[in-house]
């Protein structure tokens, strides 16, 4: 399917047309869905967000990719107070710029919510499925 506003092929095609036009690296894409969160949480999402720890977000990510898209299933398992691996399925038509910028979108929520220095780490990804870690301190 896709995002809530658009179909996934078409932000990919966006994708794919910023990075042939711009020459940068894929990494553009994670640095893209970091700033279009941030931009897209200000107003009453960051306040709520304030008040929500990383690892509260991160157990319920189910929920919050709920408000961002549709299709791809999430299923997140916490492994500390501080990690959590994130095991999206059903994520048909996803690209490597697309996985991307989800893993930015991870980033900048955690971010949001408190955690400093999010990372996420791809450990492995078929056609339609990914695990990720996420780490935050």
Same mark, same amino acid.
């Not at 509260?56 to 999430?74: F, K, Q, T």
């Not at 994130?86 to 919510?113: C, F």
């Given at each position: 399917?896709?995002?809530?506003?658009?179909?996934?092929?078409?932000?990919?095609?966006?994708?794919?047309?910023?990075?042939?036009?711009?020459?940068?690296?894929?990494?553009?894409?994670?640095?893209?869905?970091?700033?279009?969160?941030?931009?897209?949480?200000?107003?009453?999402?960051?306040?709520?967000?304030?008040?929500?720890?990383?690892?509260? +977000?991160?157990?319920?990510? @189910?929920?919050?990719?709920?408000?961002?898209?549709? #299709?791809?299933?999430?299923? =997140? $398992?916490? *492994?500390?107070?501080?990690?959590?691996?994130?095991?999206?399925?059903?994520?048909?038509?996803?690209?490597?710029?697309?996985?991307?910028?989800?893993?930015?979108?991870?980033?900048?929520?955690?971010? +949001?919510?408190?955690?400093? @220095?999010?990372?996420?780490?791809?450990?492995?990804? #078929?056609?339609?499925?990914? =695990? $990720?870690? *996420?780490?935050?301190?």
């Amino acid at each position: 399917k896709g995002t809530g506003w658009y179909p996934i092929a078409s932000y990919a095609s966006l994708h794919q047309a910023a990075l042939e036009e711009s020459g940068l690296p894929l990494s553009f894409s994670r640095a893209l869905g970091k700033q279009a969160t941030q931009i897209d949480a200000r107003g009453v999402f960051q306040f709520v967000l304030r008040f929500v720890s990383p690892e509260s +977000l991160v157990r319920h990510a @189910d929920r919050v990719l709920g408000l961002y898209v549709e #299709g791809p299933a999430i299923d =997140v $398992v916490l *492994l500390g107070s501080n990690r959590g691996r994130v095991h999206v399925s059903g994520a048909i038509g996803y690209t490597p710029s697309i996985w991307e910028d989800s893993y930015g979108t991870m980033e900048a929520l955690v971010t +949001l919510s408190g955690g400093r @220095d999010a990372r996420a780490v791809e450990i492995e990804r #078929g056609d339609d499925w990914g =695990v $990720v870690e *996420l780490t935050w301190r």
